[in-house]
């Protein structure tokens, strides 16, 4: 007996429907939009997850980077990090000579803003990052073309370099760039390797640095009044702790940090990220619900309304099933599975729209801003589920008080209604 309410109750919603097209279509206005909030917000976050995991494969999960820097803030004050005094390259030589627990250890130091010449052209805004060949055995070095330089080519000061991905297809478009000259600061470095692309949302200066041997860097920038910085690799997520503990107490050491007294240096990690990405990731569900609940309250009430309308219209048939020895159960269902039906259907629109756009920007915003190539083309399923369910709910107490007032109708009073 359920089963055929719960039938005749779609039968009539979609009959009711289909002769109040234009009212039953701004009635569900606003639940097309508030579905099509929930899931383009719910989209856009998986993309950001997305972009997340990513930058965190760039950074190494196993990676720990001692600097002078907090790279993600880590509540320091600006100013406070500045009057930190430079790890200078001396004390990182010093670490990676005691460090024992690491799997791979190198230092790093960077030039930011430099112009660099490739025949006539010139390519400026560049960083160049002078480093070790044990650069190359983390996330960061993966090779997609060429190698990374060895050990007698930074013993040597070799003019030799490797470049990210995003400078090299700008140098050399057609390719062929491995065996060419570029010119650093008036000398010439021979291209030996390309990056993998590894460029996201979070990161996307990444593309754009040139590495060359850490001597052959100092013999052009200088070494003195230069913060290096000391990557490690702990080889695995478990030994991390064990690479944590120990870089701060030989950092400590080495800078003559006496017991109470704060780290003048900063131990980077991805987990240094995670608070930076769960507000921006707060922000945006704020201003989602917020939108969302403004939308599914605009619907409700135009459901509401729609619903109030449809009860007057309906109320001699009303009193006729009552008369006939319709329960007030069956007529509530009746109403509700109505209202809830046109949520429903208002849900298939917001799919329909949000496939179309969810598409297209997938497809055409990545042309125009490469760091949004994380965005995928198809919304999630679990998605769609969560619209559905929503959506539902929303048509269900959209439709309770018109149900009531209908259920609740005095069967002579309404087979005497005009």
Request: with cysteine; hydrophobic share 45%.
């Given at each position: 007996?359920?089963?055929l309410d719960v039938t005749e109750s779609l039968r009539i919603a979609f009959d009711s429907m289909r002769s109040n097209k234009l009212r039953s279509g701004l009635a569900s206005l606003g639940v097309v ?173 990444v593309d754009d640095i040139i590495f060359i041997p850490i001597n052959s860097f100092f013999g052009i920038f200088g070494k003195s009044n230069r913060n290096v910085t000391i990557g490690l690799k702990a ?184």
């Amino acid at each position: 007996m359920a089963l055929l309410d719960v039938t005749e109750s779609l039968r009539i919603a979609f009959d009711s429907m289909r002769s109040n097209k234009l009212r039953s279509g701004l009635a569900s206005l606003g639940v097309v939009i508030g579905i099509s909030f929930v899931i383009i917000m719910g989209w856009v976050l998986s993309g950001l997850d997305k972009a997340m995991q990513d930058t965190f494969n760039i950074i190494g999960t196993d990676m720990i980077y001692v600097d002078k820097w907090d790279w993600a803030g880590g509540g320091h004050n600006w100013k406070e990090m500045q009057a930190r005094k430079n790890i200078t390259y001396e004390q990182a030589m010093e670490f990676m000579k005691r460090v024992s627990t690491a799997e791979v250890v190198f230092p790093t130091a960077r030039k930011f803003g430099i112009k660099v010449k490739y025949q006539s052209d010139y390519f400026p805004g560049l960083s160049v990052e002078g480093t070790t060949p044990d650069y190359g055995r983390t996330p960061s070095g993966n090779m997609e073309d060429g190698r990374f330089f060895n050990e007698y080519e930074n013993q040597s000061s070799a003019n030799v370099c490797v470049l990210g991905h995003k400078i090299y297809e700008t140098m050399f478009p057609n390719g062929g760039g491995i065996g060419q000259y570029i010119k650093i600061e008036g000398r010439y470095y021979q291209v030996i390797g390309k990056v993998t692309k590894q460029g996201t949302l979070l990161m996307d200066f990444v593309d754009d640095i040139i590495f060359i041997p850490i001597n052959s860097f100092f013999g052009i920038f200088g070494k003195s009044n230069r913060n290096v910085t000391i990557g490690l690799k702990a080889g695995t997520q478990e030994n991390l702790d064990n690479v944590r503990s120990e870089a701060e107490g030989l950092m400590r050491t080495i800078r003559n940090i006496q017991p109470g007294e704060k780290n003048d240096f900063s131990l980077n990690e991805t987990k240094a990220f995670e608070a930076m990405i769960a507000t921006f990731r707060a922000a945006v569900w704020g201003v989602g619900i917020g939108f969302t609940i403004l939308s599914f309250v605009v619907g409700i009430i135009g459901i509401m309304n729609i619903m109030f309308v449809t009860v007057t219209e309906r109320t001699k048939e009303i009193g006729i099933r009552k008369a006939i020895g319709a329960k007030k159960k069956s007529i509530l269902i009746q109403f509700i599975i109505e209202s809830a039906f046109l949520c429903f259907l208002g849900a298939i629109v917001s799919f329909i729209i949000t496939s179309i756009i969810v598409f297209a920007a997938a497809t055409f915003l990545p042309k125009a801003v490469p760091q949004l190539e994380f965005l995928s083309p198809v919304i999630p399923f679990n998605l769609l589920i969560i619209a559905t369910i929503v959506s539902l709910i929303v048509g269900m107490l959209a439709g309770v008080i018109p149900a009531r007032r209908a259920a609740n109708m005095d069967p002579i009073d309404a087979l005497r209604f005009e």
